[in-house]
């Protein structure tokens, strides 16, 4: 890499000059900078040490050429100077530097947030239940909790439901603990409840009645396993396997699906 000109150095302006001077004059013109060096100037502030220039290329999504025009310009103006390492801040200009990191919206553009994504699953269970069958489906997608009206078009599925259960189907809350879709054609081919306790009582064996004859109206394979916190992948593995065998014996030629839980039965046989 190419080091910046910096011969007239010397001549910078007031950014060294008394200590609250310098930091007055170097909040000011941070600020002051266009958007792609602010991103630079930001980028450093988040980084330990010194940054070599195409790293900060990449950091900041800039192209070689601008990040080395920018660089030379802001090593000018005495925001930054070259180590042999790579580039660090002015040490006047690292507090207004950080400031600036912290409160500007460029923060997004610059260094993603650490830790900030998310697993998929809400729990060590259901992650569990997800590489499950992600092995049973290889190839299909399979989203977690989406919600009936979803999965299904409530308008021509209505009339064949009663008016408790068509009311269910349009409810914010009435999900799918997880949707199989088939890669080729993106439409649902198997939706999957994963049991406990709970649905032993009352209100949740309603509730399940009715997501069953939803499923089975809009032709939906629907399987139902118990899974107590704590099995075997093995016990996982089993119980899957007898859901979709309940389901093959109940399927004929014709029907969505049929072909899909056959070969996904053939993975686990």
Known sequence: MTTPDLRHAGERRDLRIGPKGARDSAASRVHALDTSKKRLVMALAASDGPVPATELGTMTRMIPGWTRGHLSKLADGGFIRHTPDGWVLEHAVVSAARQLLRKDVDLALILPVEDALRRIGSSDH???VMLALLGIFPGCSIQPGQLLREVFDVALLSHALDAGDR???????????????????????????????????????????????ICRAGGLPLARVRLPQGVSDRVVEQQFQRALGRLARESRLGERAHFELAEALSRLW
């Open 167 to 213: 009311l269910f189907l349009g409810h914010p809350l009435a999900h799918i603990d997880w949707t199989i879709y088939s890669a080729p054609t993106l439409m649902p081919i198997l939706a999957v409840e994963v049991d406990s306790g709970w649905h032993d009582t009352p209100i949740q064996q309603e509730r399940d009645g009715r997501k069953n004859r």
């Open 126 to 128: 259901e992650r569990r």
